[in-house]
């Protein structure tokens, strides 16, 4: 009997364990949408049919698509035509792919994307060449390291924006 209790006694630890690895057993209710560093995002393929400004473009879906984690000049300010036009040159009229972070659209409706032309990153490029900033965008963070560092470089070479 002694011995059989000592089993009983190892599995109820073993449960307790386990129980609270897993959580204190009420329902999980998430708030906020799993980070794509979790669950990375399945990429998605769309032809550019126009650029709006330098981090804005419309696919032949009918869908404006807003790069993610950059911000380049608006319409009027210095930077702005030079930006519109890097952007066309690598993306009007290709098929781009686009990639998701956390977020699906901005206030706006817009999709919120991180945009690649075969292996080149176009938000980075942008940013290194000093037509854009970094610009985190809330949650939507998975590339802010690499897009801050695109812009360290660009201001220690004098690029673009960042010409003294």
Do not use: C
Request: overall charge negative; hydrophobic content about 40%.
């Amino acid at each position: 009997m002694r011995k059989y209790a000592s089993y009983l006694i190892a599995a109820g630890f073993i449960l307790v364990l386990v129980a609270s690895a897993l959580g204190d057993g009420s329902p999980v209710v998430q708030d906020e949408p799993i980070r794509s560093e979790q669950q990375p995002q399945t990429p998605e393929f769309a032809v550019v049919a126009s650029v709006i400004d330098g981090d804005t473009i419309d696919l032949r879906s009918g869908e404006r698509v807003r790069l993610i984690g950059i911000d380049t000049p608006e319409r009027g300010e210095s930077g702005h035509e030079a930006a519109r036009e890097r952007l066309a040159q690598l993306v009007l009229s290709r098929n781009v792919r686009l990639v998701r972070d956390t977020n699906d659209r901005d206030q706006y409706r817009r999709l919120l994307r991180y945009v690649y032309i075969d292996e080149v990153f176009v938000n980075e490029l942008l940013v290194s060449e000093g037509l854009a900033r970094q610009f985190p965008f809330g949650e939507d963070r998975m590339f802010q390291e690499q897009i801050a560092a695109a812009e360290a470089f660009a201001k220690e070479q004098n690029i673009g924006m960042w010409k003294k």
